[in-house]
């Protein structure tokens, strides 16, 4: 596993830990549902889907991975935007977050990823 892309990725898994965490611990909103769709276990799934789609490199995961990044920033920029003057330090604390996770998805690690060009091909020998 290329050195770029083992960094790449565990920012990434370390943004999205922090990303739970916070919605979790802090209060206030955003908060997770007690069951169903919203609760802590679909974001957690979600999550690790995600990772491990990421850690075989396949590119669909990395066009999810990207559209919950910037779906989560968009919600959150609507969720702050009301509160200007005095917004939540919770909302502010994910939206960086996600727009950190935004900009690993858009890191040179994931390159290979992006592109399609993630599969190792063995070469036959002679």
């Known amino acids: 596993m290329p050195t770029a892309f083992r960094q790449a990725l565990l920012a990434y898994v370390s943004l999205e830990l922090a990303a739970i965490a916070a919605t979790l611990l802090l209060p206030g909103n955003p908060f997770y549902a007690g069951d169903g769709a919203g609760s802590l276990g679909s974001a957690v799934a979600v999550a690790f889907l995600l990772t491990l789609g990421l ?3 396949r590119r669909l995961a990395w066009t999810l991975a990207m559209f919950v990044a910037l779906l ?3 919600l959150l920029t609507l969720l702050v935007a009301p509160d200007l003057p005095t917004p939540s330090a919770k909302a502010l604390l994910l939206l960086a977050v996600y727009a ?3 900009a690993v998805l ?3 690690g994931f390159d290979a990823v992006r592109s399609g060009r993630s ?3 063995a070469t036959p020998a002679a």
């Open 55 to 57: 850690a075989y490199r």
């Open 72 to 74: 989560g920033a968009a």
């Open 100 to 102: 950190c996770e935004v």
């Open 106 to 108: 858009a890191s040179p």
């Open 119 to 121: 599969r190792i091909r």
